[in-house]
């Protein structure tokens, strides 16, 4: 058989794309206040003390079906490509035997076919469909409600038929399921009703725990009932159908308690005995994962028009506290431009500095006393003993941080490697004393030191050298705390106005915006251009059809970074294209 790809691996990939495509509506019943507190529902599999789970609890709303549906539909085309070009490379650098290769091809025929909304359809996956992924214990899960359980089996067994072989079966209270056995795990495929259901386990878990796992004995207390997944909702002001937690406080108790349920067989298994932890171990443990207590992802808006996601790290109140000041303001820095890229970041150094001296110093005074941590204590201590002893340039203090904009890139084609005939961008840089900046500029650069700049907002033309970046003239503009430079044609008004831009409150450690139709074709363009031996013609042609795809799904994407007495907040905000 093949190295490259096995038949029953194949069969696997079929299972898990159909349980990742699914997204949308679960069968009509009468439904709670909130699909967070529904114990009909998925949640009644999740118990109450899993350290994560992610699930669309509800269908997505139509109108935002109706108009992405078409795209997703060319998406899986592609994607479909993609995975016939992978298989046809892998195939041809092996050295398997023929007929090998001709039922593999046959497999993945059948896997492609499945691509498509329609073929979904068949499978028992559509829009109706909902799904979730959480841990019982450790061990992961994932359900998907399908439209009818059978069509996802008869779509198993045509793809077994293909290859020639079926995957080995098994009962476990007169439940047959599916799996793949590798190493001492399997990868376990069961339909439970009309529900698709894909865990990983050891292949001696006993049946009472395979039971637990699988479902079909439900936890004594699930999520749902506990209402946590409900308050987590209200505090970030998440839908109530869409959202996900992961617990390190959790995770790390599973190792420093002694193990219930699932993970008591598991970690037996494993050799793991939380026994042997000392108590500075556990509580030193305990300290490190109460830093970052929880991570939790939501929606605020589907609709047809956007998408707008908010995920967030979690952080303990006094750390929190303290890395609101790692930013400072930048102009504009945050704001939504409507050009091609924008990109930029805050940072002050000072206050990155003094929390690093000051948590070292803590450290040193009150030392780590579990011997699982000392090499990483010593190794923090040599880091910061390293970064003393080499003097920082005061500039690093004076920068706070940049923005560069990049409008328009008018003639640029990858596809022909023809550079662009004129840029139309600019870029601002926030740093104390800007105007010594400006005069070290003009010690090296003739065309600036014939101008006279103050730190008044104004901008001030100068030539450019001729690099052949289709750019001639240029702007450049200070002020107090800051210096912009532009290559557009309107520089002269632009850059007064970026340099005076509000600051966005609190400022974004990192932000970040493009227009998904214009990025998306030029990196297309360059995939398809690109001459890369590692890469075959056919796959560069089967990615750039996936990134054309892309490109019409969104009109635009603006993704921000800050830092909240709450923690890590990563909104994400998709304008979806006409």
């Not at 406080?249 to 420093?256: C, Y």
């Not at 308690?257 to 050799?271: F, H, Q, S, V």
């Amino acid at each position: 058989m093949l190295k490259i790809v096995q038949s029953r691996y194949l069969l696997v990939l079929a299972a898990c794309a159909l349980a990742v495509s699914a997204c949308g509506k679960s069968d009509e019943e009468k439904k709670p206040a909130s699909p967070l507190t529904d114990t009909a529902g998925l949640l009644r599999y999740v118990p109450a003390d899993t350290p994560y789970v992610f699930g669309t609890l509800a269908p997505l709303p139509d109108e935002f079906m109706d108009r992405v549906e078409p795209r997703l539909d060319r998406l899986l085309g592609a994607y479909s490509r993609m995975l016939g070009a992978a298989v046809s490379d892998g195939l041809a650098e092996s050295e398997g035997d023929s007929k090998e290769a001709e039922k593999i091809e046959s497999v993945v025929q059948e896997l492609r076919s499945l691509m498509s909304l329609e073929g979904l359809r068949e499978a028992g996956v559509t829009r109706e469909s909902t799904f979730i992924v959480y841990g019982n214990g450790l061990l992961p899960v994932a359900r998907v409600a399908l439209s009818d359980g059978t069509l996802f089996d008869d779509a198993l067994a045509r793809i077994e038929a293909k290859a020639g072989e079926q995957l080995p079966v098994a009962e476990i209270d007169g439940m047959p399921y599916r799996f793949v056995e590798d190493e001492g795990n399997r990868l376990i495929i069961a339909t439970a009703g009309d529900q698709l259901v894909l865990t990983v386990a050891p292949d001696n878990l006993d049946e009472d725990a395979l039971a637990r796992l699988l479902g079909l004995k439900l936890p004594e207390t699930n999520i749902a009932q506990t209402g946590e997944l409900l308050d987590l909702a209200k505090e970030y002001g998440y839908m109530h159908e869409y959202v996900g937690l992961v617990d390190t406080v959790r995770l790390a108790d599973t190792f420093i308690e002694e193990p219930r349920g699932l993970d008591a067989l598991l970690l037996d298994m494993a050799g793991y005995d939380a026994g042997a932890l000392t108590d500075a171990c556990k509580s030193e443990f305990r300290s490190l994962a109460a830093i970052a207590p929880r991570i939790v992802t939501g929606y605020r808006e589907i609709s047809a028009e956007k998408i707008r996601s908010v995920a967030v790290v979690e952080l303990r109140d006094d750390v929190a506290s303290e890395v609101t000041a790692f930013v400072s303001p930048v102009p504009g820095l945050g704001r939504t431009y409507e050009g091609l890229f924008s990109f930029g970041m805050s940072l002050n150094v000072q206050a990155i500095r003094a929390f690093s001296d000051s948590r070292v110093a803590s450290l040193r005074e009150n030392p780590w006393e579990c011997e699982h941590l000392v090499d990483l204590q010593d190794g923090l201590f040599a880091a910061h003993e390293q970064a003393q002893a080499q003097p920082v340039p005061p500039v690093v203090y004076d920068f706070h941080g940049f923005l560069a904009i990049v409008d328009e890139l008018k003639g640029f084609d990858p596809s022909k490697k023809q550079p662009p005939e004129s840029i139309d961008a600019s870029f601002l840089l926030a740093i104390d004393n800007a105007q010594g900046l400006v005069m070290l500029g003009q010690a090296f650069i003739p065309q600036l030191a014939e101008l006279s700049i103050e730190p008044d907002g104004k901008a001030h033309a100068f030539e450019l050298p001729d690099m052949g970046s289709g750019a001639e003239k240029a702007w450049v503009a200070l002020d107090e705390a800051a210096i912009a430079l532009s290559v557009s044609e309107d520089g002269e008004t632009a850059l007064p106005a970026l340099l005076a831009a509000e600051d966005v409150t609190p400022p974004p450690f990192l932000s970040m915006g493009l227009d998904g139709e214009q990025y998306y074709k030029l990196i297309g363009d360059a995939m398809r251009a690109s001459d890369d031996e590692e890469m075959s013609e056919e796959m560069r042609a089967a990615v750039s059809d996936v990134l054309a795809v892309a490109a019409e799904f969104y009109e635009r994407l603006q993704v921000d970074v800050t830092f909240t007495e709450r923690g890590i907040e990563i909104d994400s905000d998709m304008t979806l294209a006409d």
